[in-house]
């Protein structure tokens, strides 16, 4: 069974989200959260070691130091990192986090999407970084760009999105796996938007290089994904690549109960994002000494 | 908390059995001739109870009588209205409507709606209805699974089973969100004074998919798909009021 935790992507972003640099990563000895041996148990059975990070929060040092501390206890194979335009491939966090030899998804922010010669900046950062194979192309494009700067409609991502897939299948055939924005985590607006980007020609781009991203908050609207699974994107692998809570008091229990119910849609890796994470019941039972 | 949730389930399904008993003999006639049939709508309430194993193409058609302890399984509360005939009618006793609702915990999936047309048999202590109809509407996620398997050379394969959505809820969310398939039920009714006490079987017979992914360390992608129809049983025990 523990061969299952491998496979669903469970992110650090929401180990990490707002960790603040002036703070310290101090070990934490095993406490009450581990008398629980039954449910300890089945957090360690249901947890994927998959994190997500954000490597332009404030907060590096703290990341640097979790992935560090979880993959040390074995409990990280892999790491979603965003690539900002202002991220250096020599940035300290990033060499320390890929340093570990963990499996990278590189989000290839959003801010690159408005770039007029977008196959150039692919060009780069294939480059740049090519230790990563798998890049996720911008995430939740239509709802997370602030009103006030430029914004993207589903229509023109998908523009974007089928050049950069032409581009890569031309000049760089084998070299990634690109992964579609991740459509919001909650709603109705993340499988409708997905149904569409499916209808802008997704559904032409071939199964073995793209590989479907969604954001996954609330489960209870996970049904709505699963016509889309079953009918046009029936050939395509999905990944989940945020999913969790804040509340640290529900970290253990999102694991043990949430996480099953995401392989049981088939959605294989989830990154996401539990702040405070040194403080989170989730970090100290997964980092304890057994 | 679940043994306590089917402690529950199961004395309520116990006692709308036995309450046929202590309301006295099945109440076919209403002050006709002995042919004459009792009409009348009646307004239920009932609890439902589905369970089988996802994995095993068959096994959701041999159902273990066993109520607990397989992988698949909830709790569903419905409402119906059931309107008998004064007489039969096309070889038919009458109709029913009904919206029950799978998994009671989780408000955006499981709302099934179903019409129905039964017959009734006399067998004088009740009566044995035998129906059959078509049932729509947001399945219950708990019929989706993912089975996984990872090899020692990094090969995973992993099958996704699930019921196959083949019909639009309009107005919300995407347009293939539906299910609609058709389903037969066998049920004993007791129907003394103005109540109505039912307990059955619905078997509905559903398209499930089975999809194979496997996915070697290079990310090479191979898959198979098959399908097959299912059937799918609920147990359910009702009590109703006549309302006319």
């Known amino acids: ?290 | 908390m679940r043994t306590r949730r089917y402690f529950h389930s199961t004395v309520t399904l116990l006692f709308c059995l036995s309450l046929p008993a202590l309301g006295g003999t099945q109440e076919l006639l209403v002050g006709g001739p002995d042919d004459e049939r009792k009409s009348g709508t009646y307004l239920q309430a009932g609890i439902a109870h589905g369970q089988g194993e996802l994995f095993s193409p068959n096994s959701l058609t041999q159902w273990d009588v066993a109520l607990f302890g397989t992988d698949y399984d909830f709790v569903s509360g419905k409402l119906e209205f059931e309107s008998y005939f004064s007489d039969t009618f096309l070889q038919l006793s009458g109709f029913s409507v009904v919206y029950r609702k799978d998994g009671l915990r989780r408000a955006e999936w499981g709302h099934m709606f179903s019409g129905s047309l039964f017959r009734d048999f006399d067998v004088k202590l009740f009566a044995v209805k035998v129906g059959a109809g078509v049932e729509w509407g947001l399945p219950s996620l708990n019929f989706d699974q993912t089975e996984f398997a990872f090899a020692d050379d990094g090969i995973v394969r992993y099958r996704h089973t699930y019921m196959r959505r083949n019909a639009d809820i309009p107005f919300l969310g995407t347009a293939t969100d539906g299910v609609v398939y058709p389903f037969v039920e066998v049920s004993i009714v007791q129907r003394p004074w103005f109540l109505l006490f039912e307990i059955g079987i619905r078997v509905g017979s559903t398209r499930f998919n089975f999809d194979d992914f496997e996915v070697d360390p290079t990310d090479q992608l191979s898959q198979e798909f098959h399908h097959q129809r299912i059937l799918v049983p609920y147990l359910f025990a009702d009590v109703g009021i006549r309302l006319f």
């Open chain 1, 1 to 290: 069974m523990s061969s299952a935790r491998l496979l669903v992507w469970v992110p650090l972003i929401l180990l990490v989200s707002s960790c603040s640099s002036d703070r310290t990563l101090s070990p934490i000895s095993p406490s009450d959260v581990l008398s629980d041996a039954s449910l300890a148990g089945d957090v360690l059975e249901q947890w994927s070691p998959y994190v997500g990070i954000h490597l332009t929060g404030e907060a590096l040092d703290a990341y640097r130091d979790a992935v560090l501390t979880l993959r040390a206890a074995g409990q990280l194979d892999g790491v979603r990192v965003e690539l900002g335009r202002s991220l250096s491939p020599s940035d300290p966090t990033y060499r320390a986090i890929s340093g570990t030899g963990v499996e990278l998804l590189g989000v290839i922010s959003n801010e690159h999407l408005f770039l007029p010669n977008i196959e150039q900046e692919i060009d780069r950062i294939f480059w740049a970084f090519p230790e990563i194979r798998h890049f996720q192309i911008g995430n939740e494009v239509t709802t997370i760009l602030p009103s006030t700067g430029p914004t993207l409609t589903i229509e023109q991502y998908m523009t974007i999105f089928l050049r950069i897939y032409d581009h890569v299948q031309s000049r760089h055939p084998g070299r990634a796996i690109l992964l579609t924005q991740s459509t919001v985590g909650s709603g109705f607006q993340g499988p409708t938007e997905l149904e569409a980007m499916a209808n802008l020609g997704l559904t032409r781009v071939d199964p073995n290089h793209v590989i479907i991203a969604i954001n996954m908050y609330d489960l209870d609207y996970a049904g709505q994904f699963v016509g889309l699974l079953g009918g046009q994107l029936r050939r395509f692998r999905l990944w989940v690549t945020e999913s969790g809570t804040r509340d640290q008091s529900r970290h253990m229990t999102w694991v043990r109960d949430e996480y099953p119910r995401l392989r049981n849609l088939s959605l294989i890796k989830t990154p996401s994002l539990f702040p405070d994470y040194w403080k989170s019941p989730l970090f100290e039972l997964l980092t304890a000494t057994r």
